[in-house]
């Protein structure tokens, strides 16, 4: 079956550095999506991986290992606007290429 | 007005009453989708449009009802809804077959069914 899994919270202090993680099990991996979604907000997309390896993009950066089932968000010098919801959601061929969701992880920065 | 708009943002209705979720997109996309978004709960696939045509019919209730008019627009009609479909419905849309690219959300629609 499909399952995604990440923690269900975080927390983490301003100016450090957090890796939340997510694993998956799917029939047909065809990549991997971060979200950001703040509280009573819209999710707006962070990061996409279908190859192994690390995505960099600023203070975010995305890995994924294909055989392991596994991905990473990192956040670098964090932000106090950087509290908010991280939802990892894997594209699935099994389900005619729809993305799969994670229950998300709430990331809560502390001063 | 540009990227998914969502109207109303916040909707009380009655098990008996009748009311409907409107969504708009601006970025030329041709699929839009409506998720269900319960507290700690993933996102839930509810339907899925490309080119005006229902792709996808996740096992919902027929108390919702979609309707796509056009390629940017589409409507969540609600009725003789239940307290435990109180949620938050957001709409999203994205260009099918381009399989690496994201889909853009909507601010979504907070319902609470009383």
């Known amino acids: ?111 | 007005e540009t990227g998914v708009t969502q109207t109303p943002r916040h909707l009380v209705m009655g098990m008996t009453n009748k009311k409907s979720l409107k969504c708009e997109q601006h970025l030329g996309h041709n699929a839009m989708y409506w998720y269900k978004q319960s507290a700690k709960k993933p996102l839930e696939l509810m339907f899925v449009y490309n080119f005006k045509e229902q792709t996808e019919n996740n096992s919902v209730p027929s108390r919702f009802s979609p309707e796509c008019p056009n390629s940017s627009h589409l409507f969540l009609h609600l009725h003789t809804l239940q307290p435990e479909d109180s949620a938050l419905y957001l709409c999203a849309s994205s260009q099918e077959r381009q399989l690496n690219t994201e889909a853009f959300f909507g601010q979504g629609t907070r319902l609470t069914v009383v």
């Open chain 1, 1 to 111: 079956g499909q399952n995604i899994d990440q923690p269900t919270e975080m927390t983490a202090t301003e100016g450090a550095i957090v890796q939340i993680n997510c694993t998956y099990q799917t029939s047909g991996f065809n990549g991997l999506f971060w979200y950001q979604q703040h509280a009573g907000e819209a999710p707006t997309f962070l990061s996409y991986n279908v190859l192994d390896g690390l995505e960099e993009k600023g203070r975010f950066s995305s890995f994924l290992s294909r055989s392991k089932g596994y991905s990473y968000l990192l956040l670098k010098e964090l932000q106090m606007k950087d509290s908010a919801s991280y939802l990892c959601a894997v594209r699935d061929r099994g389900s005619n290429y729809q993305l799969i969701w994670g229950a998300g992880t709430k990331l809560i920065i502390k001063p």
